[in-house]
């Protein structure tokens, strides 16, 4: 794997400039952006996005300028929260998709491509009050298969084939121990291992269209072996049972820790890591970049330093998982610093954004926008 070094990335900075392969997304450019750099692969490039009032200052597509960043660079969407349990389901009665619908119905309209996320999140502090307090009766598996069968049916009809893939259980793996998690509905159930299978048959019957993944925050930095290690257990349980998951989703929520330049991080991580997704795709898995950005978090105040280093890893991690053919979407989880989760969590100590998008808070790109540009036009074509 090549070694990124901050004069290497402003060199190609300059270069993709020239030819126009990459470039800031202002009125009147007509350089490609990063889902049309992706297309000539065979890829797609894409970002969550959320709801919002008419020209609210938000990470919407209600907000004209974050609208543009989505229409110029995206070819499939992604909703970072509304189709959460918590905001399509206020009561085990009532469903409430006004927000999703708005939100599909704009995509639709700019032909950008829209996946589901997601149908169960396994984490209880995620899991609605009710849910968690739900009262499963003298029954309660029986309840508990009702319960979730009656969501992720609702969910998956409803939209048909407008929605081609679903997260359909995210964070199931507890990264301490490797074991699934368990909630008041796993319990009711039988177990977590059964109500997972059975969520993803019930999409399966569904969404019969659509690809299934199973979404994890397991990453490639020191520390989280336990974790990928319970992620492959589970993956070789769903194969053994026939469980129809077609993918994994692999968040990409990245950091820079530890000594060395960005190169010498990803050298370091890289082994490890493909001996992951080699054991993933062995298993006849298709992977999905579903979640990514770049925690700056120890990384000094400067701008241009902190940025040159977030690019550098941004496409380092890049270069590892486009060399894998099992890999056709590459999704970020926002596209401009200013609404990005990562400012709400962990926040720098110095009280300065987070850079870990590609559009800095005044919707111009950094160096990661052109690393991520360059690592698109650069990875080996897919066939359709």
Known sequence: MTEFTRRDLLSTATALAATGIAGPAFAGNAAPGLNALAARRGLRF?????????????????????????????????????????RVRPSPKVFDFARFDAMLAWAESKRLAMRGHTLFWAKTQYIPDWLNS?????????????????????????????VTAYDVVNEAVDEKTAG?????????????????????????????????????????????EIHRAGVLKLLEGFRKRNVPV????????????????????????????????DAVVAMGYKLVVTEMDISDKGLPTDLAQRDAMVADYGAAYLEIMLSYPQLHDVLFWGMCDKYSWLNHFKPRADGTLKRGTP????????????????????APARSA
């Open 180 to 224: 699934l998690r368990e909630s008041s509905i796993t319990k009711a159930f039988g177990g977590a291992e059964a109500m997972i299978d059975h969520a993803f048959h019930v999409a399966r019957d569904a969404a019969p269209h659509a690809q299934l993944v199973y979404n994890e925050y397991m990453s490639w930095e020191p520390g989280n």
């Open 134 to 162: 739900y009262d499963y009766g003298a029954n309660p598996a029986k309840e508990a298969d009702r319960l979730l069968t009656e969501h992720i049916s609702t969910i998956c009809r409803r939209y048909g084939k407008r």
């Open 246 to 277: 077609d993918a994994l989703g692999v968040q990409s929520h990245i950091s820079l820790i530890g000594e060395g330049t960005p190169g010498q991080l990803a050298t370091r991580q890289e082994k490890p890591w493909r001996e992951f997704l």
């Open 359 to 378: 559009y800095d808070a005044t919707y111009k790109p950094k160096p990661l926008y052109t690393a991520v540009g360059k690592r698109l036009s650069d």
């Open 46 to 86: 894409g970002s969550c996005f959320s709801w919002g009032e008419p020209g609210s200052d938000t990470g919407s597509f209600a907000n004209p300028d974050y609208a543009a960043l989505l229409t110029r660079d995206c070819g499939l969407l992604v909703p970072e929260n509304e189709l959460k349990w918590q």
